[in-house]
């Protein structure tokens, strides 16, 4: 829901950063493997209950995944760098509620019930991508992309701050996690809409 406005923020910090990494001959799916590294971290943080240290690399790895997107536009973006993108990114988003079902049997249903929330947000996405890419582009809303993007109640941005939520209030996975699946269930209905609009 804020990505849009997200970019619109950051993008141009992690233009110049780019500019230099790509000058620097640093390849966006190094950033983009890397950037996954880092989010399995912050999983193997949690399982120490070392929160304040998962934070750190939640956030290092959204620095990461948003410098390789804008290597990628400094470069040209390439079919494999759009698939480890959004294949990293699911590593990540997975890996962060496995991780607190680890710690606590309290959280393992929860974390269960965001974890399948997560897969059908994922197959809503790419089925729409995969349509979409038949038709008109989304007018480059979310900027230059592998995918055509349908945007939702809960994009990426959303996402964050719910892991930053896990970690700063840990005790409280359970009820955030219930939430948060009832709210990508939600997105996953908008996009049933929108796909009913959009290809008929």
Not at 134 to 149: C, E, L, N, S, V
Request: glycine letters at 8%; one cysteine or more; a neutral charge.
């Amino acid at each position: 829901m804020f990505d849009v406005a997200l970019r619109r923020l950051l993008d141009p910090a992690l233009t110049r950063v780019a500019a230099w990494a790509a000058g620097a001959r640093i390849s966006a799916n190094a950033l983009t493997i890397s950037g996954a590294g880092l989010g399995l971290g912050a999983a193997v943080c949690i399982t120490q209950s070392h929160f304040a240290a998962a934070l750190a690399f939640i956030m290092l790895n959204r620095i990461f995944d948003g410098l390789d997107g804008a290597i990628a536009r400094i470069n040209g973006p390439t079919e494999l760098g759009g698939y480890l993108d959004i294949l990293c990114d699911y590593v990540f988003y997975l890996s962060v509620p496995v991780a607190f079902a680890w710690i606590d049997p309290a959280n393992q249903m929860p974390a269960l019930i965001l974890v399948a929330s997560f897969t059908l947000t994922a197959v809503s996405f790419l089925a729409f991508a995969a349509i979409a890419a038949r038709q008109p582009t989304d007018g480059g809303t979310h900027g230059p992309k592998a995918f055509i993007y349908s945007t939702g109640l809960m994009e990426g941005g959303e996402t964050i701050a719910f892991f930053v939520l896990f970690c700063l209030f840990p005790a409280y996975f359970p009820t955030l996690a219930i939430v948060f699946a009832m709210l990508c269930l939600l997105t996953v209905f908008q996009r049933m809409v929108l796909a009913a609009k959009s290809f008929r």
